[in-house]
Structure formats: C-alpha cells, structure tokens
C-alpha cells in the first residue's frame, strides 16, 4: 500500500508500493525507489518529481488533513 504525504511548503511524498505514469500510460522507470517527492509548486526542472526548486521560489501552502464532502453522483446513462 502507499502512504502519500503532502508537505508543508514543499513536495508531495509517496512511499510504498506505487506505479507513476504518464498521461499515455508509460510508466517512469523508478530504478528501485520505494519513496520519491512530487513537485507542488510547479518549479521544478524535473517534473513531475521535487527537485527542491519550492525553497528558491518560496513556495507556500500548509496543509492540514479534512474530511471532504462526497462525491457528486454521477449521472444516470
């Protein structure tokens, strides 16, 4: 299972058992890493992975765990 965790002023980390692809289903190959950090602040010149560029750009955005609405239901077909 994994276990994602949003960072204060930072990356997004994923650890665990996971798979990123790309929007046509290619998977990155990951060389092994059991964790990794995803870009939030949309500075980083290795998207979509944190290469620490949200320090340099003073990327802010704390988060704190909520529980959100249920989803819409979906139209009948």
């Known amino acids: 299972m994994a276990k994602i965790t949003i960072n204060n002023n930072g990356s997004i980390k994923v650890e665990g058992e996971f798979t990123i692809c790309d929007p046509a289903g290619n998977t990155f190959d990951l060389s092994g890493r059991t964790a990794i950090g995803l870009c939030r602040c949309g500075h980083s010149e ?18 704190v765990a909520r529980t959100l609405p249920p989803p819409a239901p979906k139209p009948a077909q």
Request: one cysteine or more; a positive charge; proline letters at 6%.
């Open 46 to 63: 290795n998207k979509p992975f944190c290469d620490g560029a949200h320090r340099k750009a003073g990327f802010q955005s704390e988060v």
